[in-house]
């Protein structure tokens, strides 16, 4: 016989938004369970920032910040005049955590370990008598005989009830975390329109095999052009990096959405500035004055003034010139062709990684069917939704955590 339990409300998925959920409902004076199909509460939240937790971010107005959602991020202006960035900070302030700014806005723990802020948020759940941790409880039904949740079964045969609902169950990004999609499925088998889930804030794979001979190789504030069909898709300022499979770092992660789109309707192709703020004319100039001081350096010894040694091989083999020429022999037309490289290295984009190594999720349960102003389903009654489930996601720096914190307070303040 199936055992039953009930509660004012249930939470399906532990990660940042599902704890914070559960934390603002707790803090109204509602009895919560957390339901966690794995064995600890925010797993994927550790790998955020690169084990640093990059929260937030601050130095914006809310319609800023909301504007670096892109063209759905309006949706997040009410729930960000309740609970922003100040009252995340505020927030966590008060768990203990000591927090830190950079230069960028990013806005991390002082420690810069993401251990912090997990153990914070699971020591406020753990000191409230209004909620209940269900790890290894992996949901596998959801019954809504009508347009009202009755109850779920987990996977151990237990049925649980409650009066209200909160989906927060992530995207598909970093599987092995646990986000496997589950929250898509049962959204749209309760008649939700689910926007394609894709993988973004990911890496890339490119033709060109020579990347994968310097891993580790990075690049601050160069400018990536992405061309498709001869057309400019997008262009940013940034930092690269390169890897045995391709180009990562924050600027083609910031790519990767458009970089996705892209490669459904073309074959892209990334064009790299690596002197964004230099004209033509500023690097040959640079060239000349190395050279005349050093006539008779050897051309890999010039430029390997400029940039990296580790690319200067591949740069001088592409302008069709030899390694070990002599500075003063460089001619112009050969300089030419050498400042022409550093100002655009063209790649041709293969495939974006995965959802292996994905950060976030582009697409999910569209925001049509959801009120903003309480995270509530508008086809089922006492349903909500907070984080990466929803069809909203942001650039690095922040953004999709700051979204989680925002979306998880709304959808557990409804009484």
């Excluded at 806005?105 to 008598?129: C, H, T």
């Excluded at 092995?176 to 008649?191: A, R």
């Excluded at 004055?289 to 591949?314: C, S």
């Amino acid at each position: 016989m199936e055992k039953q339990k009930n509660f004012d409300v249930i939470v399906i998925g532990g990660g940042p938004a599902g704890m914070m959920a559960a934390i603002r409902a707790a803090e109204l004076g509602l009895d919560v369970a957390i339901l966690e199909k794995n064995s600890i509460l925010g797993k994927k939240l550790l790998l955020t920032g690169d084990g640093r937790c990059n929260l937030s971010h601050i130095g914006l107005t809310n319609k800023e910040l909301a504007s670096m959602y892109g063209r759905e991020g309006d949706f997040l202006l009410s729930p960000l005049s309740n609970f922003g960035v100040k009252e995340t900070m505020n927030f966590f302030n008060d768990l203990g955590v000591e927090l830190k700014s950079e230069k960028d806005g990013r806005v991390f723990p002082k420690s810069d370990k993401s251990q912090d802020i997990l153990q914070a948020l699971i020591k406020k759940i753990k000191n409230s008598n209004k909620i209940k941790i269900l790890t290894n409880a992996e949901v596998i039904k959801i019954e809504k005989p009508q347009q009202i949740i009755r109850s779920v079964t987990l996977s151990n045969g237990e049925k649980l009830t409650a009066d209200k609902y909160i989906i927060t169950t992530g995207g598909k990004a970093y599987p092995i975390t646990g986000s496997t999609g589950d929250g898509f499925v049962w959204s749209e088998k309760m008649g939700h329109a689910i926007i394609k889930p894709r993988a973004t804030l990911v890496p890339i794979q490119v033709k060109e095999s020579w990347v994968k001979k310097l891993p580790g190789l990075s690049f601050e504030n160069v400018r990536a052009s992405l061309m498709s069909n001869g057309k400019l898709i997008k262009k940013q300022i940034g930092g690269i990096l390169f890897a045995h499979f391709g180009l990562t770092g924050p600027l083609i992660l910031d790519l990767s959405k458009e970089i996705g789109l892209a490669i459904g309707s073309g074959k892209p192709k990334l064009l790299i500035d690596l002197f964004p703020q230099k004209t033509q004319e500023q690097l040959e100039k640079d060239f000349q004055k190395i050279v005349e001081k050093n006539p008779n350096m050897k051309l890999k010894n010039v430029l390997a003034k400029i940039i990296p040694e580790k690319i200067v091989q591949y740069l001088v083999y592409f302008a069709g010139l030899k390694e070990d020429i002599k500075g003063y022999e460089v001619t112009k037309e050969m300089r030419g062709r050498l400042i022409k490289l550093l100002k655009k290295i063209e790649f041709n984009v293969v495939s974006l990684v995965g959802f292996d190594r994905a950060m976030a999720t582009t697409g999910g349960v569209s925001l049509k069917e959801i009120d903003s102003k309480t995270m509530k389903s508008k086809l089922v009654d006492n349903l909500y939704f907070a984080g990466e489930v929803i069809n909203l996601d942001g650039p690095c720096g922040g953004y999709n955590l700051q979204m989680c914190w925002t979306t998880g307070y709304a959808a557990g303040s409804q009484n």
